[in-house]
Nanobody, 125 residues
Framework: QVQLVESGGGLVQAGGSLRLSCTAS????????MGWFRQAPGKEREFVAA????????YYADSVKGRFTISRDNAKNTVYLQMNSLKLEDTAVYYC??????????????????WGQGTQVTVSS
């Protein structure tokens, strides 16, 4: 089993930056595809970014492409989400997710087996 803990959320002005971290424990971290999802009040959970195991191919939602960067440090069992040029619509609870399956749809929340508790990101203007 994998346990995930997010950190790094907070309050930031529009145009600013934050870096989220997700630290994992349990099975070998490097064997898992890692994803970031977010959920705003009254909205469905949506895909933000993902990074596959191995070489680490990355995926991004169109709404964050060019602004957010996902990366991983397998030695630290940690995945990061660097968020730049933040917008009001980026306000949400951000969740870290993990899954082992090589057939995983990286953009589908339902495909991930393990989830963190979430960290709040609030963008103000």
């Amino acid at each position: 089993q994998v346990q995930l803990v997010e950190s790094g959320g907070g309050l930031v002005q529009a145009g600013g930056s934050l870096r989220l971290s997700c630290t994992a424990s349990g099975r070998t971290f490097s064997s898992y595809t890692m994803g970031w999802f977010r959920q705003a009040p009254g909205k469905e959970r949506e895909f933000v970014a993902a990074i596959r195991r191995g070489v680490g191919f990355t995926y991004y939602a169109d709404s964050v492409k060019g602004r957010f960067t996902i990366s991983r440090d397998n030695a630290k069992n940690t995945v990061y989400l660097q968020m730049n040029s933040l917008k009001l619509e980026d306000t949400a609870v951000y969740y870290c997710a993990a899954d082992w399956s090589p057939a995983l749809n990286t953009r589908s929340a339902r495909d991930y087996d393990y989830w963190g508790q979430g960290t709040q990101v609030t963008v103000s203007s």
